[in-house]
């Protein structure tokens, strides 16, 4: 059987908001398969389903770009190792810089993006000589372009969420939308995106909790639908309640302005990166070095 280690436990606890003895049970019962755990832990005890850009686990910032006309815009992840250094001014001037080239040279991947012209040398010259500075690893992840006919709008919660959105309708339907997605981080536009395997393993962990209900099969079959449509509402854009009216969807708000959602981007830093446990007394003589530079 494998080995049930304290991290596994932590993960599971931030997945499922359950208790470290129940976490724990669960990966023993399940020879310390995570994705089996969760469900398990999802049958007995009701755990809420995992929201896949819901973990932040490393560093850095969004850099966020809008042109004048608000016809082009773009969104950059740059990473470093430590919060600390997410604040530094160099760092999210760096940030920023990048999402301005990104939106008006349109480079093919982060490869091209480096190769572009910064301030008098590359930006991949620039990059080593700020982790010459600052005393850390930095690092371009990834980036987002939209250039549109329709309208855009744009959305930074702090520096940790950054959405993008192309539309048709009102400005500030655009901006309703933006900070909903940066708020609820849905998975998919609607129900026709989510793929069939997902559906499947939700249905089957709700069969599995209605049948250890006690309830009869036909009141366990409406459950398991009701349970099912919910999921789905909450995962999905359109089907998803409006922050500002919770009384209705993002599709019946859109519907009503007489607007339309033509695409959307979100970046949340760290989102499937695993962080590696650190040491504290390191980490603050890092700090201390970024602070005296």
């Known amino acids: ?11 599971l606890r931030e997945i499922t908001g359950l208790g470290m003895m129940e976490c724990k049970k669960a990966l023993v019962e399940t020879s310390g398969d995570l994705k089996s755990a969760e469900d398990l832990l999802r049958v007995k005890s ?3 389903a995992n929201k896949a850009a819901g973990r932040v686990a490393a560093e850095g910032v969004i850099g966020a770009y809008l042109s004048d006309d608000g016809k082009c815009a773009a969104l950059v992840e740059v990473n470093c190792e430590t919060d600390f250094v997410a604040k530094n001014a160099d760092f999210l001037g760096f940030a920023s810089a990048l999402a301005q080239l990104v939106a008006k040279h349109n ?3 982060v490869a091209a993006l480096s190769a572009l ?11 080593q000589a700020l982790v010459q500075k ?8 990834r980036f987002h372009r939209v250039q549109t006919a329709a309208k855009l709008a744009q959305y930074l919660h702090g520096v940790k969420i950054g959405v993008l959105v192309e539309f048709d309708g009102e400005d500030e339907v655009g901006k309703d939308l933006a900070m909903h997605i940066a708020f609820a981080k849905p998975q998919f536009l609607s129900r026709d995106e989510v793929a069939p395997e997902v559906i499947a393993r939700e249905r089957d962990v709700l069969v599995a909790r209605a049948q250890e209900s006690g309830k009869p099969a036909n009141i ?14 909450d995962i999905t854009l359109l089907g998803q309640a409006f922050i500002k009216d919770d009384k209705v969807t993002v599709q019946k708000m859109l519907a ?3 607007a339309k959602l033509l695409s959307y981007k979100f970046f949340v830093v760290g989102e499937g990166i695993e962080k590696k446990s650190g040491d504290f007394a390191a980490e603050v003589a890092a700090q201390a070095k970024a602070a005296a530079g």
């Open 117 to 127: 012209g910064l301030e008098g040398g590359t930006v991949e010259a620039k990059r």
């Open 256 to 258: 009503a302005k007489h």
């Open 1 to 11: 059987m494998a080995e049930v280690t304290a991290a596994m436990v932590k993960e």
């Open 107 to 109: 480079p093919a991947d």
């Open 134 to 141: 600052i005393g850390e690893n930095l690092s371009i992840r």
């Open 220 to 233: 366990a079959e409406k459950m398991v639908e009701g349970g099912l449509n919910k999921f789905l509402g």
């Open 46 to 48: 009701g755990a809420k």
